[in-house]
């Protein structure tokens, strides 16, 4: 497994890779064989339909058993490979790359640690990408099974050893190593019933362990071992670099039922739910960064939760988890897999909360936001780009077990309608007159720009009293590097007169100096260049002179 973070994990740097002996009865390759036809059997793969899971069957000593073709390790991987896929996890503050192998058509094995605390999971299996979620787990032999959003068509599945590998024999490793194509290392079984110190598990070691020399590196995790008979023994998931060219694999007793288990009852692990790349668990920050607010008030911190869970949940195609914050006037004849497909094309972004009501029984809440989808989702049938102003009624209820404030309702501000990005323009705000201190000196104002909103000043300049032009100097300072400010200056007919020059430059501080000839009405805007953020910011107005 590879990763992009510090995250503690099993395979990565200065950490080691080991193999897990698994097994589940009833996924193999090819047809059951009774005693009586066992030796003329030479069928060693075919294509599996069923994906039901037999109960796993003890194990016993037999005065017959089933005799499996050896066979050499190059065929058995082009036979095998369409069975291995490589495993892509993404979590609240990480990714990880690993290996999976099919054990029917809608199941796999891998390695715990490649897809725990995982948000996402998907496999990839030749050029078919398909998401995954874990449906059992044992940390402490790292090893979980997936169950895909999708059975696999025409596939292999890997079958199962019905005993342990022997000292000496030759077992092979195939994986994904760094993300690469499929590989295979060839190796033997030196040594049975070891202990390891994993380190972090509940007991730190693990016994009843089988070692190997056969070589994996990391983004392997997960594969399967196999032997000459193209059967699993094992899945990958530590090696001891302390003990050069030294891997381990566990009893397959050990976990073969407890696979098959939840292959046939599966146990769910819930998915990590992530709020930009913060767990929801420290939504606080990261929430009041994704959606701005023109309100004070003591709820404003909540709402901003819930707005963040619903934008993230519905851009990260996770749009089932927004369905989770709706209330139940929505819910009740809806289902979350039939809301969150007319929301599959859709990205939010430029959410801000304009003004908060207390009505009966929860919240009224005006917000403005941009939104892209498909032409079929448009409120218009072929807007691809949406400027909305919604007002919200939300309800008290819980988030995943925690109180959340839940959309309830929606509906168009009053008097404004979701427009075309193309024909919207931004909101113009009076602020009045800004009066002209003495030549020389200067009036300060301070204000906060509403995201999506131009602030329109009117300065009255007279000349000097012989007629000298007067120069009006107008300077503009955005606070906390809220945004990035367009100062304009306009005639009384909107013409553009000045503007400050720094619009590519990301400059926080504006200034403009113009030579007014005759007495006249200037109107000063301010803009964020964006048209999304707005903020706090000072403007300084002054003249002078002749």
Known sequence: ?????????????????????????????????????????????????????????????????????????????????????????????????????????????????????????????????????????????????????????????????????????EVAAMGHPRGLPLALTVGRVTSMNGEFDFGGNADGVVSNLIQTDAVVAPGSSGGPLINQSGEVIGVVILKDIAAEGLMYAGDIDGVRAELAGWAITPEPVESAFCVGNVDLENIDQIAADLIGSDVVHPEVSALQQTYAVYTQSINSGRAEAAFDVLGPSITTNNTAEAWAAGQATSLLWDWRIRSINEIEGGLEVRSTFTSTQDPEFAFDDSSTCTRWDVTHDLVEGLFRGRPFWLIDGSRASEGVGPIDCLEWQPEFVPRGNAGLAAPGESTTYEFVLIGGTVDQFDVEVDLAEDGRPVTLVISLEAVDESFDPLLQLRNPDGSIVAENDDRDDGTLNSRIEYEVATSQVIGIQVRDLTDRAGGAYVLEVSHVAG
């Open 1 to 169: 497994m590879t990763s992009t973070t510090v995250k503690s994990i099993a395979i990565g740097a200065g950490v080691a890779l080991v193999i897990l002996a698994v097994g589940v009865l009833g996924f193999v390759i090819g047809r059951s064989v009774d005693d009586d036809t066992a030796s003329t059997s030479t069928t060693s793969t075919t294509t599996t339909t069923s994906t039901s899971v037999p109960e796993p069957r003890p194990t016993t000593t037999s005065t017959t058993t089933t005799q499996v073709p050896l066979r050499d390790f190059p065929e058995l991987f082009e036979d095998l490979r369409s069975a291995v896929a490589s495993v892509d996890a993404v979590g609240c503050d990480f990714a990880s790359q690993g290996t999976a192998f099919l054990v029917s058509e809608d199941t796999a094995y891998t390695a715990w640690h490649v897809v725990e605390d995982a948000a996402q999971v998907a496999l990839t299996l030749g050029n078919e990408n398909i998401e995954a979620r874990v449906i059992g787990h044992d940390p402490e032999r790292d090893v979980a099974v997936l169950r895909l959003a999708a059975p696999v068509e025409n596939v292999v599945v890997l079958p199962v050893a019905e005993a342990q590998p022997r000292v000496g024999e």
